[in-house]
Nanobody
Framework: VQLQASGGGLVQAGGSLRLSCAAS???????????MGWFRQAPGKEREFVAV????????LYADSVKGRFTISRDNAKNTVLLQMNSLKPEDTAVYYC?????????????????WGQGTLVTVSS
């Protein structure tokens, strides 16, 4: 199962980035009816939950630290999931990972996810 995350980069505090996660190959069928999420891991810290969207996009959940600044969305026709990140802060610096849930809905727990993409680095300068 292949999940490809992209869109990371270097941005100044207050700026914006949009991350994309694309499924390919057998991953498309594997995740087509599943929730999709984003996690991040900052240097020296554990991986943490960022956001998740249900398979139809009708339900979303965000970490308190990003609520109101980040927006998760999905385009099932294109097999992609997006994370729009606005008003970025230096503490948002991390490697961001997309993940496919085990079912139509998923939460904050790692156990809710079955497939993980490689990360994309986001660096926010002050």
């Amino acid at each position: 199962v292949q999940l490809q995350a992209s869109g990371g980069g270097l941005v100044q505090a207050g700026g914006s980035l949009r991350l994309s996660c694309a499924a390919s190959g057998r991953a498309v069928r594997a995740i087509s009816n599943n929730a999709m999420g984003w996690f991040r891991q900052a240097p020296g810290k554990e991986r943490e939950f960022v956001a998740v969207i249900s398979w139809r996009g009708s339900s979303t959940l965000y970490a308190d630290s990003v609520k109101g600044r980040f927006t998760i969305s999905r385009d099932n026709a294109k097999n992609t999931v997006l994370l729009q990140m606005n008003s970025l802060k230096p503490e948002d610096t991390a490697v961001y990972y997309c993940a496919a849930g085990r079912s139509s809905y998923a939460g904050r727990d790692f156990a809710d996810y079955q497939y993980w993409g490689q990360g994309t680095l986001v660096t926010v300068s002050s």
